[in-house]
C-alpha cells in the first residue's frame, strides 16, 4: 500500500486558503506577507519531490497550479516528472500542459492508494485533503503552520463530526520566523 501524504501551509487557526497570493481571498499571501522568509523552514519541500512517487489534486488547485508549475520546470523538477491525478466529478479532460489522469472519487483514491509504489502527495486541495482525511486514506501530514490567526477561510479539515483521529508527531522544527514544521503520522487503530 502507497502512503497519501497531505502537505500545507496552515494557519494557527487551521485555515490554508491562498497562502501565495492567490486572487479572492482577503487575506492572500499570508505566508510570505508579513513573515519573515527562512530558507530552512521550506526544506521540506525539496524533500517531498523528492520522495514522492505522484502527485494528487482537487480540481481547483489543479487548474490553478496546471497552467503555472508546468512552466516551472527548475523549481518543481520533481512535481514536473512524476504521474500526476485530479480528483474532480466535473472536469472534462486534463490540462494538455501538466498532464494528469482523472478520478472521479474518493473510492478512486482508494484504489489508487492501495497499489504499489512511492508516496502520493496531496498539495493544497483543501476539500479534497478534508474528504481524503474523513475517509481515512490520509496517512501522514507534512504541515508548515504560521504564526497567523485568519478567522475565516478555507481549513485544512472539515468540521465533520467523526471519532478521534490521533497523530504521532515524527518530525517537528521551529525555525527563527515562528514557522514550525510539524511531519505527523495518523496512527492506525489496532
Known amino acids: 500500500m502507497r502512503t497519501l501524504i497531505v502537505t500545507a501551509f496552515v494557519s494557527l487557526d487551521g485555515v490554508m486558503e491562498g497562502p501565495g497570493g492567490e486572487p479572492g481571498y482577503r487575506n492572500s499571501g499570508w505566508t510570505f506577507q508579513d513573515v519573515e522568509f527562512v530558507e530552512e523552514a521550506y526544506e521540506i519541500k525539496g524533500r517531498e519531490q523528492e520522495e514522492a512517487g505522484a502527485l494528487l489534486l482537487g480540481r481547483r488547485s489543479y487548474e490553478a497550479f496546471a497552467p ?3 512552466t516551472m520546470t527548475a523549481e518543481f523538477p ?3 516528472a512524476m504521474p500526476r491525478y485530479v480528483v474532480s466529478t466535473t472536469l472534462a479532460s486534463d490540462d494538455p500542459r501538466w498532464p ?3 478520478l472521479r472519487s474518493v473510492d478512486d483514491v482508494a484504489a489508487l492508494r492501495a497499489g504499489e509504489g512511492d508516496p502520493i502527495i496531496v ?3 483543501a476539500t479534497l485533503g478534508a474528504a481524503l482525511a474523513d475517509a481515512g486514506l490520509v496517512d501522514r501530514y507534512h504541515l508548515l ?3 497567523v490567526l ?3 477561510g478555507k481549513r485544512l479539515w472539515s468540521d465533520t463530526d467523526r471519532d478521534q483521529t490521533s497523530l504521532e508527531v515524527v518530525e517537528a522544527e521551529t525555525y527563527r520566523n515562528g514557522v514550525t ?3 505527523a503520522d495518523v496512527k492506525r487503530p489496532a
Request: glycine content about 14%; hydrophobic content about 45%; cysteine-free.
Open 150 to 152: 485568519l478567522g475565516a
Open 100 to 102: 494528469a489522469t482523472v
Open 68 to 70: 503555472v508549475w508546468s
Open 145 to 147: 503552520q504560521f504564526p
Open 78 to 80: 520533481g512535481y514536473n
Open 181 to 183: 514544521k510539524i511531519v
Open 123 to 125: 498539495h493544497g486541495s
